[in-house]
């Protein structure tokens, strides 16, 4: 089974930036794709950032298009998410979770990163920004 563990949250200040990783127990044909999410106090889970494993390709949310970057290195089994101009409405559990091809194609058609699609996942990591 699939275990994915996030690393490299904390306290930052507004403006400040932190990167998060993904370790995964395996990388294989069945999990395609490695999103991000994120779950602030009182409010429902949201999608971040998605990465293909296969081709690197991306998917960001708009709220933080611009200023974070997703990439893999898949020699390391690692999924990095490089996070800039952090805002105080970044903060919250990041999770990183795992989805099968059909996860990454539903994503590209409807341009929606659907956590339900996700079957894998971490346990999360804090990130708070606050001055």
């Known amino acids: 089974q699939l275990q994915l563990v996030e690393s490299g949250g904390g306290l930052v200040q507004p403006g400040g930036s932190l990167k998060l990783s993904c370790a995964a127990s395996?990388?294989?044909?069945?999990?395609?794709?490695i999103g991000w999410f994120r779950q602030a106090p009182g409010r429902e889970r949201e999608a971040v950032s998605c990465?293909?494993?296969?081709?690197?390709?991306?998917y960001y949310a708009d709220s933080v298009k611009g200023r974070f970057t997703i990439s893999r290195d898949n020699a390391e089994k690692t999924v990095s998410m490089q996070m800039n101009s952090l805002k105080p409405e970044d903060a919250g559990v990041y999770y990183c979770a795992a989805g099968p091809l059909a996860t990454w194609i539903n994503t590209i058609m409807t341009g929606i990163l659907d956590l339900n699609s996700f079957d894998a996942w971490g346990r999360g990591i804090l990130v708070t920004v606050s001055s």
């Open positions: 395996e990388f294989n044909p069945d999990w395609h794709a």
């Open positions: 990465i293909s494993i296969n081709d690197g390709n991306t």
